[in-house]
Structure formats: C-alpha cells, structure tokens
C-alpha cells in the first residue's frame, strides 16, 4: 500500500510490537484501544470479537500478545476494513485475524451470515462511540467512530450478550462520567462487572473507565484503585508504560 497516495500513515504501537496503517485525517489510533486490549483476559484457542474495530488497534494487540487466539474484527466502514485486512497481513496475523464489514446494528440474521452466531465467543471488546451528536465533526471517520445515539452503549452491549458463550467475557471501555450508563446496560445479561478508572494523573478525575463482565454471572461489581497515566508532574507512570509499551495486561484482567 501506498501510505503517501492514500492518504494513509504508518505507525508503531506498544513499543513497535504492532504497526498500524491508519487515516492521517480523522480518528486516530489512542491510548483508548491499547488500554481495551490490556483489559482482555483471552486464552490461547479461544475466540475473541471486536466490534466496531476500526483499524483494528485493539484486537490485534491481543491477538500479538495471545498465541492461538482466533479473532473477528467488526467495522462498519469499509475503508477502515481494507485497512485492518492490511494490519492483519503486516502483522503477521492475518491466519488468525478476520476482518468483517458489518453494522454492529444489523440484525443477528447478517451477524450470523458472516459467520458470527449467537453464543460462539469466548470473549467480546469494544470501544463504541460516546460522544453525544450535538457538534459533530465534519470527518465521516471521526463522525463514525465518536458520535453515539443515546441508547448506543446499550444496544451494542445486547449484541456482545448475544455473540457471547455463558461466562464468556466482555471487556469495555466508556467515558468515566458515564459509569451510570455502564453499569445499566450492563445489568440484564452481565454480572461480576470489575471497574478500572483510568485517570490522566494523581490529581485529575477519570477520563475513562475499562469495564470487564461475565455473561450470565450474578456475582456483584468490584471498583478497583485508579490507574494513573502519568505522574504530578506529567511523567509517564511505569504502570503505563508497562501496559502502553510492552503489552502489560491491566488489573482486571489479571
């Protein structure tokens, strides 16, 4: 691929580990995806779905760290689908990584035909839109990958339910003041939810907070100590160095 001609840059993730084609313009690949893959507790010979993947940042980070892992990646722009075909391949993952361009609304009739039927997942992780639609960006990319409707998290929650075997697990990651949110969409299906605030340093609120759950578990929600991104003094922390550049997994999923 032509990075140049199409518009398309060429980065390293986790300390080079992964090499990501992406868009110049528009959504980028963050620390969001790398901290969704460290909350990701897969095991070699399972299966793992990722939806609305993107470029595929998030579930070719654990299929890096994984052996054996089997991984779907669901995305609903097929731009973004021809180039995390293309990550697969410059990874070498592509015997293990397959790509779908498919709406993460459709009904499960489209999931099913493409191979992806209820209850075949050993794990689900997603980081939806969360961005309420009141400016959005004149970036299709941007508009695709931020902007939510106000029953989006909910409605993509149902769909991991769905794809997931009983006690598989599902891995999250939201805006912090949405915890409510999380926590309710949640609720029908989900149970043993652990809770990882995720704060830009020691003195700062959340910015993010990684979920993970168990389908069909009714053990209660546990609310882990924060997870810092850098110090007082804006210095990396080594916690999130070891997570962002060596593929460290996060607490909940230890």
Known sequence: MDTEQEDVSEDAVLGGRLVLCQPRKGHRVGHDAILLAAGCSAAPRQRL????????????????????????????????????????ERN????????????????????????????????????????????????????????????????????????????????????????????????SDFGAATLLPIHPKPDAPAIRVVARAVKASRAPPALLPGFFLADEQGTPTREAEAVLREGALLALAA
């Open 92 to 187: 070498g993952l592509a015997e293990r990584v397959r790509v779908v361009c498919l709406d993460v609304a459709a009904p499960p009739a489209a999931f099913a035909a493409a191979g992806l039927a209820p209850g075949g997942a050993d794990h689900v992780l997603m980081n939806p839109p969360f961005n309420a639609a009141h400016h959005p960006s004149p970036d299709r990319g941007r508009r695709l990958a931020h902007m939510a409707a106000h029953d989006t998290l909910a409605r993509w929650v149902d769909v991991a339910a769905r794809l997931l075997r009983p006690a598989g697990a599902f891995t999250l990651i939201w805006r912090a003041d949405g915890l409510d949110a999380v926590l309710a969409a949640l609720s």
């Open 49 to 88: 779905i990722e939806l609305g993947a993107g470029v595929g940042a998030a579930g070719l980070a654990v299929a890096r760290r994984v052996a054996d892992l089997a991984v779907t990646l669901v995305e609903i722009d097929p731009a973004l689908v021809a180039l995390a075909r293309e990550n697969a």
